[in-house]
Nanobody, 123 residues
Framework: QVQLVESGGGLVRAGGSLSLSCAAS????????MGWFRQAPGKEREFVSA????????GYADFVKGRFTISRDNAKNTAYLQMDSLKPEDTAVYYC????????????????WGRGTQVTVSS
């Protein structure tokens, strides 16, 4: 049974930082690209960032470039999202997801999803 479990969310003031983790089990982690998505209340789920299976290729949504950093540790079966210079508009539930083959910004192409972790940024 595949499980993706996000952690690290919380409440932070604007300008602050949070580090999200996504622990994977039940799959050959090193064979999967990983993505981070978010969904704010009343909005559609949107792409945040993704990383290839080996970590050599990264992708970011324009609104997080220069502020967020995605990484992974295949030995620990864990993906990470370091979020710096947070803004109130970053408030959302953040989800990690796994997919085979290449990484993508298309949520529909991901095979597995976590349940999400809440990130709240106060002004």
């Amino acid at each position: 049974q595949v499980q993706l479990v996000e952690s690290g969310g919380g409440l932070v003031r604007a300008g602050g930082s949070l580090s999200l983790s996504c622990a994977a089990s039940g799959l050959t982690f090193r064979s999967y690209a990983m993505g981070w998505f978010r969904q704010a209340p009343g909005k559609e789920r949107e792409f945040v960032s993704a990383i290839s299976w080996g970590g050599g290729n990264l992708g970011y949504a324009d609104f997080v470039k220069g502020r967020f950093t995605i990484s992974r540790d295949n030995a620990k079966n864990t993906a990470y999202l370091q979020m710096d210079s947070l803004k109130p508009e970053d408030t959302a539930v953040y989800y990690c997801a796994a997919k085979t083959l290449t990484y993508s910004d298309d949520a529909g192409s991901y095979n597995y999803w976590g349940r999400g972790t809440q990130v709240t940024v106060s002004s």
